[in-house]
RNA sequence: GCCCAGGUGGUGGAACGGCAGACACAGGGGACUUAAAAUCCCCUGACCUUCGGGUCGUGCGGGUUCGAAUCCCGCCCUGGGCACCA
């Protein structure tokens, strides 16, 4: 009988959706586990099969966690603003808002209700909508509280293409991460989250959460966690100091001469006379230089003596302050202590002005003509009382020594900056502050929120650095919340990564207007329990969310910090080994194939393509197979006689296999060999004489989760009631799993020569017996001494002669 | 340059100290059919073979072990992240 997926899927839907199967009563649930995967963007092309992969994988997740028994909650929505709409409709002249539902609607009816996830539609975000993006400002504004929203003037990146300003996680080697133009340095006043506050927590908690490790570490990345000492190098003949972080104070004997950033604002003060004009010119040409120039690889080093010296705290010497693009404003303190011996790029620069270079970490005591910078650990030389010491050991006694003077204190730096979070566009949650002359900046009353985003005609942004809204002049005009005079709203509108960063949280209590989360439901579902989702989002989202939560933590608002217990990144589903993209023309449409041949199909092959965190390979060629899989299912119920009869001999043991392997796989996300071993749980049965009912029945239990539809269609037709979807999920014996008599390979110097057919509890001798009969043992161990036996009791022997 | 993840038949992938290639795809042969499709059965790493079997084989080179795809050391290649971060 030919298996019509049509008619099936579409019946089961709808039995779903009027039983509000797939809606957990969120109040009531006794065993709450929040399933979440990253919700899309809903772009025009529709649902893009590696949406369909992530959602199915955590899906499957999901519905095994159910058949176990927990309450399932899985809920799915849109991040819908957002410089990608904004740039779509312009494009094509339409307006964003709606553009976006258009794409939502198409998103969710005509896909994500068709793919056979158990998403709960009762509790769906949209981040444009009002009803969600007031809490996207309310957020902004309990950041504000903390002290972690504050305003500054920074060089930012502009991209002149998108015409706005772009998060450093945003430029990709100093290009548009959307658009590939080079990004721009340009000053302009920004809203910024100190993120910073939190770099210790955020690296000290990776050590517990149970995430992917290849996500912890991106972060870890990331971060850039460093430790060392901030030394203070007194500048000769003046007042003023130079502080520096470095990670090996053991080499400061080592530092013959400084280096400030230009942009470091001491610069100005201790410039020597008659050198301001060649620094004046130096500093010019950084400052116009773009990130690429300042950074290419293998440059040239620069730099201008500005004709002022330091003394080196641990030797007293005097030695040349310089200035150099090498070392950047912004990490550290802008300034270092140079160890050309120690520091490959202190040697270049060294060698570059001919500066002394002295060797005061010596892998073997010795002294040695160096031919480049040598950074590994050693023995201290050249350093005064400190001769001799190993280096390990240096950098802290050199740190002690300093910070007896007060000279020296140990420091910890990050990589990590803060989070610039305005953007000059038009689509996006207006940023609800409001500046006033008399009161200066103060949030929009939490009463008056959502501050709703202007309906604007011409919403395309230009090149003067002035957002669109700035242009809606009515909207702008505002009574001061502080005094009542006149003042006027904040033009910018709020990163895109903001919306994301507490959609979880909203979920659970979506349609509760008077509050961003209820404190029991949040109590009860959060954190979530299981997060799934692409590693690209390791740096950003991942990142800002735990940030936020954190933050929320701190101000009472939530009674964890961290948002995720779980989280696994899914790999990357490639087509004929090359990755998917437009311009290739390789990309796959899901919903050719949902049509075609189903979602149970596509479910299946899509997780049968390759280990889910590693990712798969497509080929059109594979999905017909496991077209084929389904219909041998489906026609074992249809065309065979099903009996009530005993599970037993062979079948029995296999089966029992088969509960154990797949309950084991689906919990580790081991997709593809869950269903591996499905199929030979299925040739199992059809090997069988008879088709015992109950074998059928597990098999269809063991696939439910993956492909959600056929087995509901064939437990019904098997006369069940209900669904099968809610468990329980079958158990197995482990005394069934083995055997009387067992295969054992037999070895001759590790080499297989045979096996051997023994009851399982065979001693040694027995099977020293029986491999004597082999006549490929026989010659190999024929006329000589055996050694040594290997024997392991129902698995192997080893004969060494 | 540094840090991750990988490299296994014609292909996707199994196995993660103990029979390499599970499960599939593709290919070949057969059954059924007037024929084809569909379905079902068999074969399918390479080389040699007296058809019993033998030799080689998991990116390359070493090592540990009775035994290595798996562990260790040194390379090469692919993908991802970070990168003048002191």
């Given at each position: 009988?030919?298996?019509?997926?049509?008619?099936?899927?579409?019946?089961?839907?709808?039995v779903w959706e009027e039983r509000g199967d797939h809606e957990p009563d969120l109040d009531a649930a006794e065993?709450?586990?929040?399933?979440?995967?990253?919700?899309?963007?809903?772009?025009?092309?529709?649902?893009?099969?590696?949406?369909?992969?992530?959602?199915t994988g955590a899906d499957i997740y999901g519905r095994f966690q159910r058949m176990c028994g927990r309450d399932v909650f899985e809920p799915m929505g849109f991040d819908a603003f957002g410089i990608h709409s904004e740039n779509f409709a312009i494009k094509i002249g339409d307006h964003p808002k709606t553009l976006i539902r258009r794409n939502v609607e198409n998103f969710r009816e005509n896909q994500l209700k068709r793919i056979g996830a158990r998403f709960d539609w009762a509790h769906q975000v949209n981040t444009t909508e009002p009803e969600y993006y007031k809490w996207t400002q309310w957020v902004f504004i309990q950041m504000f509280r903390q002290g972690l929203a504050f305003r500054k003037k920074a060089a930012v990146n502009w991209c002149p293409d998108c015409m706005t300003v772009l998060a450093d996680e945003q430029v990709i080697s100093d290009r548009c991460e959307r658009c590939d133009e080079l990004v721009e340095q340009r000053e302009l006043e920004q809203w910024f989250f100190r993120i910073t506050d939190y770099a210790e927590k955020?690296?000290?908690?990776?050590?517990?959460?149970d995430w992917s490790d290849i996500t912890k570490t991106a972060q870890r990345n990331w971060i850039g966690r460093s430790e060392g000492a901030l030394l203070r190098f007194e500048i000769d003949g003046r007042e003023e100091h130079l502080e520096v972080f470095t990670t090996r104070p053991d080499t400061v004997f080592g530092a013959t001469y400084m280096v400030m950033a230009p942009e470091h604002p001491l610069v100005d003060e201790i410039t020597a006379e008659d050198k301001r004009q060649e620094v004046g010119e130096y500093r010019a040409k950084a400052r116009a230089a773009t990130q690429e120039e300042r950074t290419a690889e293998d440059r040239p080093k620069t730099g201008v003596d500005i004709g002022a010296y330091c003394i080196n705290p641990a030797n007293g010497?005097?030695?040349?302050?310089?200035?150099?693009?090498?070392?950047?404003?912004?990490?550290?303190?802008?300034?270092?202590?140079?160890?050309?011996?120690?520091?490959?790029?202190?040697?270049?620069?060294a060698k570059t002005f001919g500066l002394p270079i002295r060797e005061v970490i010596s892998p073997d005591g010795e002294e040695h003509d160096l031919e480049e910078a040598y950074i590994g650990q050693g023995v201290m030389i050249h350093s005064g009382q400190f001769d001799g010491m190993?280096?390990?050991?240096?950098?802290?006694?050199?740190?002690?020594?300093?910070?007896?003077?007060?000279?020296?204190?140990?420091?910890?730096?990050?990589?990590?900056r803060d989070w610039c979070v305005s953007r000059q566009r038009y689509w996006g949650p207006p940023i609800p502050m409001i500046h006033c002359g008399q009161c200066g900046v103060l949030p929009v009353p939490e009463k008056e929120l959502p501050v709703l985003l202007p309906e604007l005609e011409d919403f395309t942004p230009d090149d003067s650095g002035r957002p669109p809204l700035a242009r809606a002049e009515d909207w702008v005009k505002v009574t001061c919340p502080g005094c009542g005079g006149d003042a006027r709203r904040d033009t910018d509108v709020s990163d895109n990564f903001l919306c994301s960063a507490f959609y979880f949280l909203r979920y659970p209590s979506v349609g509760m207007d008077d509050r961003a989360w209820d404190p029991e439901r949040t109590r009860k579902w959060l954190p979530v329990d299981m997060y799934i989702g692409g590693n690209e989002h390791?740096?950003?989202?991942?990142?800002?969310?735990?940030?936020?939560?954190?933050?929320?933590?701190?101000?009472g608002l939530l009674p964890f910090e961290e948002p995720f217990v779980k989280f696994r990144a899914h790999g990357l589903l490639t087509k004929d080994g090359a990755?998917?993209?437009?311009?290739?023309?390789?990309?796959?449409?899901?919903?050719?194939?949902?049509?075609?041949?189903?979602a149970d199909t596509l479910r299946l092959y899509l997780m049968f393509c390759g280990p889910f965190q590693q990712g798969g390979d497509w080929r059109d060629e594979g999905i017909a197979g496991m077209r084929r899989y389904v219909e041998r299912l489906y026609n074992l119920v249809m065309d065979d006689e099903v009996v009530d009869a005993p599970v037993e001999g062979e079948l029995e043991r296999a089966m029992h296999a088969a509960i154990k392997k797949v309950g084991e796989d689906l919990a580790e996300l081991r997709y593809n060999t869950a269903i591996a071993a499905t199929m030979e749980l299925l040739n199992a049965i059809r090997d069988a004489d008879t088709t015992p009912k109950q074998a059928v029945e597990t098999l269809l239990k063991l696939i439910a989760p993956i492909a959600p539809f056929v087995t509901e269609e064939l437990w019904h037709e098997l006369g069940n009631e209900g669904t099968i979807h809610d468990g329980p999920w079958p158990e197995y014996d482990e005394s069934k799993l083995v055997t009387d008599t067992v295969e054992i390979p037999i070895q001759v110097k590790g080499k297989l020569r045979g096996t051997v057919a023994v009851p399982t509890e065979a001693t040694e001798d027995e099977v020293m017996a029986a491999a004597r009969e082999i006549p490929s043992v026989q010659s190999q161990i024929e006329g000589k001494e055996i050694r040594k036996v290997i024997f392991l009791p129902g698995k192997l022997m080893n004969i060494v002669v």
């Open positions: 009988m030919r298996y019509d997926h049509r008619a099936v899927e579409a019946k089961w839907r709808q065993d709450p586990f929040f399933n979440l995967m990253m919700f899309p963007y809903p772009s025009a092309e529709g649902l893009h099969v590696g949406n369909v992969y992530a959602f955020l690296h000290q908690n990776l050590e517990w959460i010497e005097r030695i040349p302050i310089w200035i150099a693009d090498y070392v950047l404003w912004g990490y550290g303190t802008g300034a270092i202590m140079a160890v050309p011996a120690h520091d490959e790029r202190d040697f270049a620069f190993p280096s390990e050991v240096g950098k802290k006694a050199v740190t002690e020594h300093l910070a007896e003077k007060e000279l020296a204190e140990p420091r910890v730096e990050y990589r990590l390791a740096c950003l989202h991942l990142m800002y969310t735990r940030f936020v939560v954190m933050a929320l933590h701190d101000a990755k998917m993209s437009k311009s290739k023309g390789n990309v796959v449409n899901p919903d050719d194939f949902l049509e075609s041949t189903g």
